[in-house]
């Protein structure tokens, strides 16, 4: 569907099969829905114009709480320590659990945990409900970076990020004196290499800007390595797709 004239219908249902959807449509970007009793929603969207119907997208959830609208004002400040102390350097590039429980940031601040002594950008996980915050940057035993790290996404439950890296003691054997891609599992603190190709080889440049998908299965990535897929370096940057179960890596770009 063209951009032009394009308008767009919006389903709001209390299941996720919509079997009774409330339908509005509309030119507007954003929607506000009204009169809705407490409990958690299913939404989903599709543009139109004219006779021309695009799909559906995937189902989003919103709860509307007891003390309705006034729970959507509230502000908070994620990058605090976990006894919400306020920091003294900087904190951006946030990335959103699906659910808004978890939030990973990049910070140059050495105090929002009392042993982050490594004077680097570090990746932290704001857990929303508990306060409390991580490393997301460290090795899998506690080890913090040698050079610095940035947030590059999460998993729709939060239980995945992936991030890039120039510091070469987060595994084992990381020789390729470049930024790497890590994959850090949330609940058992587990990194892992990502910008390896198909055989397990390091990339031979710098991989950075990853993305993850939200069930944590693919990984995106730009890189500057000539050995990722072979035959396939223009000497340039390009996109990668790796698949994490098959460890399948495809030239995107």
Do not use: C
């Amino acid at each position: 569907v063209s951009e032009s004239n394009v308008e767009y219908a919006f389903q709001v249902s209390e299941d996720d099969g919509f079997s009774t959807p409330t339908s509005i449509d509309t030119t507007l970007l954003d929607y506000t829905a009204a009169y809705l009793a407490p409990g958690t929603y299913y939404w989903r969207v599709r543009a139109t114009k004219g006779n021309q119907e695009g799909v559906w997208s995937e189902a989003w959830t919103f709860t509307i709480t007891e003390d309705g609208a006034d729970s959507y004002n509230t502000i908070a400040r994620v990058s605090v320590s976990s006894d919400g102390s306020e920091t003294s350097n900087w904190s951006n590039t946030p990335r959103i659990s699906h659910d808004g429980r978890y939030v990973a940031f990049t910070s140059g601040d050495g105090s929002l945990l009392p042993d982050d002594d490594n004077g680097y950008g570090d990746v932290f996980l704001k857990d929303s409900q508990t306060g409390m915050i991580s490393f997301l940057s460290s090795a899998t035993d506690g080890t913090l970076p040698n050079s610095d790290a940035k947030i590059g996404d999460l998993s729709d439950d939060g239980s995945l990020a992936v991030m890039h890296s120039s510091a070469s003691n987060l595994v084992a054997s990381d020789t390729n004196n470049a930024w790497d891609i890590f994959l850090k599992n949330t609940t058992t603190d587990e990194l892992t290499l990502i910008s390896t190709n198909a055989s397990g080889e390091q990339a031979n440049d710098d991989s950075t800007y990853a993305s993850l998908n939200g069930d944590g299965t693919l990984v995106a990535f730009v890189s500057e390595a000539s050995n990722l897929v072979p035959g396939q370096y223009n000497g340039y940057a390009q996109i990668f797709l790796k698949d994490l179960s098959t460890g399948t890596v495809t030239l995107v770009s």
